[in-house]
C-alpha cells in the first residue's frame, strides 16, 4: 500500500501547480464583457478593444434609443459586464436606466464617452408663432456620434476606461486606438473631399440626428419633426415652403420609419423620400454613404 500511495502523493504534488497554473492563463484569456447603448458605438469599442473585448449593445437593430427599455435577459446579462460605455449626452434611454444599470453591478465601470465633448442644440427650429420644443430639457442635441470629431473623442474615452479596466494590455489598446483614429482622419478627410463645392448645403429630415455632422461640414439640417412629435399643420406649411426655397428635392428619414409628414412634403415639392440611418453599426462606412447621399440628393 505504502509503495502506491507514494507515488500518488507526487502525481498530485506536481500536477496541481499545472492545473493552478491552466486556470489562471485560461482567467486571463477570458474577454472582457463590454456593455454599450447604441450599434455606432460597437465598431468603436471593437476597434480599441480588439480581440480583448465582447461587446453587447442595448439598442438592436430597428429599435430607438428614445424608446427603448432594458430587457430581463439584458438585466440578467448587465450583472457579468466589467464595463458599460454610455453615449453620455442625454440620449433618453440613458437619462432613465442608467442608474439602473449602475445598481445592477457595482463592480462595472461606467464609461461617459461624451466627456470633453460641448453640446449643440438639438437641430430644429421653430416657425413663427409656434413654441420650440425640444426633446431634451436643456435642449441639446444627444446624436453626437454623428460626428468623426466627436466620434475622436469618444474612442479616447473608451481607450481610458479600457486601461482602467486592463493595465497590462494598455500597449495593445494604445496602437489599436491611434490605427483607428487615422481610419477617422481619412473618412473626415473623404468626407470633407465629397462635400466640397456641392450644390446645395441645405438638407431636409424627419427626426433631427446629423446636426453635429451638418456642423463639421458646413451644412444645415432642417427638421421636419417638433419635440419628437409630427409637425402641425402650420409647420408642414412652412416647411414645405422651406424645401422649395432651398431647392430641396429629397426627405431623409430613418431606417423603417415611416412619416406622414414626410411623404406630404415630397408629393408637393415633387421629391422623394431618402434613408439615412443614424444607428448603424458600420460607423465610418456609414458616414462616408451618409455624404454622398446628400451631395447627390
Known amino acids: 500500500m505504502n509503495k502506491l500511495i507514494i507515488p500518488i502523493i507526487l502525481c498530485i504534488l506536481v500536477l496541481t501547480p499545472l492545473c493552478?497554473?491552466?486556470?489562471?492563463?485560461?482567467?486571463?484569456?477570458?474577454?472582457?464583457?463590454?456593455?454599450?447603448?447604441?450599434?455606432?458605438?460597437?465598431e468603436m469599442i471593437e476597434a480599441v478593444g480588439g480581440d480583448k473585448v465582447t461587446v453587447n449593445i442595448i439598442v438592436p437593430p430597428g429599435d430607438s434609443p428614445h424608446t427603448r427599455d432594458l430587457t430581463p435577459s439584458q438585466l440578467t446579462d448587465l450583472a457579468k459586464?466589467?464595463?458599460?460605455?454610455?453615449?453620455g449626452s442625454g440620449v433618453e434611454f440613458e437619462v432613465k436606466s442608467i442608474d439602473k444599470i449602475r445598481d445592477l453591478n457595482k463592480n462595472m465601470i461606467v464609461i461617459d464617452s461624451s466627456k470633453g465633448i460641448e453640446l449643440i442644440s438639438i437641430g430644429f427650429h421653430a416657425h413663427e408663432g409656434e413654441e420650440l420644443h425640444s426633446e431634451e430639457e436643456d435642449g441639446k442635441d444627444p446624436h453626437i456620434w454623428n460626428s468623426i470629431k466627436n466620434g475622436k473623442t469618444m474612442v479616447q474615452n473608451i481607450y481610458d476606461g479600457l486601461i482602467l479596466v486592463d493595465p497590462d494590455n494598455k500597449e495593445y489598446y494604445l496602437k489599436n486606438r491611434d490605427e483607428y483614429i487615422m481610419k477617422l482622419d481619412e473618412a473626415d478627410q473623404y468626407i470633407?473631399?465629397?462635400?466640397?463645392?456641392?450644390?446645395?448645403?441645405s438638407f431636409m429630415i424627419f427626426h433631427p440626428s446629423w446636426g453635429y455632422f451638418a456642423r463639421d461640414y458646413n451644412?444645415?439640417?432642417?427638421?421636419?419633426?417638433?419635440?419628437?412629435?409630427?409637425?402641425t399643420l402650420q409647420s408642414l406649411s412652412h416647411t414645405i415652403e422651406e424645401a422649395k426655397e432651398e431647392n430641396i428635392k429629397t426627405v431623409f428619414v430613418s431606417p423603417g420609419f415611416s412619416s406622414k409628414a414626410a411623404e406630404i412634403i415630397t408629393k408637393e415639392i415633387g421629391g422623394k423620400t431618402e434613408v439615412l440611418d443614424p444607428l448603424a453599426e458600420n460607423y465610418i462606412e456609414n458616414l462616408k454613404i451618409t455624404a454622398n447621399k446628400i451631395k447627390n440628393q
Not at 451644412?219 to 409637425?231: D, R, Y
Open 81 to 87: 459586464a466589467r464595463i458599460y460605455v454610455m453615449v
Open 20 to 42: 493552478i497554473g491552466q486556470g489562471s492563463d485560461a482567467n486571463k484569456n477570458d474577454k472582457i464583457i463590454v456593455y454599450a447603448t447604441i450599434q455606432s458605438q460597437k
Open 192 to 201: 470633407a473631399n465629397e462635400l466640397t463645392d456641392i450644390p446645395n448645403r
Open 219 to 231: 451644412l444645415t439640417q432642417i427638421a421636419i419633426e417638433v419635440g419628437g412629435k409630427e409637425p
